[in-house]
């Protein structure tokens, strides 16, 4: 699947209805990996957050997430992501990622993309496996999924191989 026929864009107060049904379509497709959020409302105003849409009909079929961007020594985010249904299973996120990864590393210019995953989320690791992410580690008790309980989470990461310094980030700040 080409990511000619992809697109990301961030979301819109327009947008919360529609995600809202596809949250509710996709919870066992999600959990225990994810769960909807619980105020859509702060969701779309999350920076870095991007949806994956189709140009053919801007349907939404997908989100990312850039998080915690931390500049100076460190130049480094979080990515998140998941599909919706029925669109998993069909290629779409793989060059969904690609698009990710170059927002990530050219327009936001940072150095690394670290994704932290559960890991009997089969899914999620082959995808990001295949994008060339490796494996770093193991994190005991790294996140607490959906307010349910503390799990156990792979880290793999991605490096920015052309990252430069653009002059415009001080070494040592340590914000965005």
């Not at 959020?37 to 849409?53: A, V």
């Not at 669109?87 to 670290?114: C, D, S, V, W």
């Not at 999620?124 to 959906?146: D, M, P």
Request: aromatic share 12%; charged share 20%; net charge positive.
């Amino acid at each position: 699947m080409s990511n000619t026929v992809l697109y990301l864009r961030s979301p819109a107060p327009s947008d919360i209805k529609i995600l809202k049904q596809l949250y509710a379509a996709s919870s066992s497709l999600h959990q225990p990996w994810s769960y909807a959020p619980t105020d859509f409302e702060q969701f779309i105003q999350d920076e870095g957050r991007y949806l994956l849409c189709l140009k053919v009909d801007d349907s939404i079929i997908g989100t990312f997430h850039i998080s915690g961007i931390v500049r100076g020594y460190f130049q480094s985010a979080y990515l998140g992501f998941e599909v919706f249904a029925p669109y998993q299973g069909k290629g779409f996120m793989k060059p969904g990622l690609q698009l990710l990864i170059k927002e990530a590393f050219e327009t936001l210019n940072l150095h690394r993309l670290e994704a932290n995953i559960q890991p009997e989320n089969s899914a999620s690791t082959k995808l990001v496996s295949g994008a060339g992410f490796v494996k770093e580690g193991f994190s005991k008790q790294y996140l607490n999924i959906g307010g349910k309980g503390w799990k156990d989470h792979e880290r793999w990461a991605l490096l920015n191989t052309h990252w430069q310094s653009n002059g415009k980030t001080k070494i040592g700040n340590t914000a965005s």
